[in-house]
């Protein structure tokens, strides 16, 4: 499983950083990583996608998310990343990540983001 953290209680216009790192155990590289994504869920809702980055390095946000949120990656550090500045309460979710190959998809466990208006 990735270990996703950086989720925490912030105030509305805020900025967090969440990560999501693969163990050696789970990829030794990224080499075999299409796509990674991060994906919320708030209560009582569905699982939707925030952001993607793809091996190109192209990248696509969801429309709520557009000019707030930066999806990156470090190869070296087998670590992707989610800038959420200008933070609103409807952004409160878990939120989780995943990597794609080729043969498996792999998820973090979820860290919780909570805004305060």
């Known amino acids: 499983q990735l270990q996703a953290s950086g989720g925490g209680l912030v105030q509305a216009g805020g900025s967090l950083r969440l990560s999501c790192a693969s163990p050696r155990r789970i990829l030794s590289t990224m080499w075999s990583i299409n796509e990674m994504y991060w994906y919320r869920q708030a209560p009582g809702k569905p699982r939707e996608s925030v952001a993607t980055?793809?091996?190109?390095?192209?990248?696509n946000y969801d429309d709520s998310v557009k000019g707030r949120f930066t999806i990156s990656r470090n190869n070296a550090k087998k670590t992707l990343y989610l800038q959420m500045n200008n933070l609103k309460p409807e952004d409160t979710a878990v939120y989780y990540c995943m990597w794609r190959s080729d043969r498996n998809d792999y998820w973090g466990q979820g860290t919780l983001v909570t805004v305060s208006s």
């Open positions: 980055i793809f091996r190109s390095g192209d990248t």
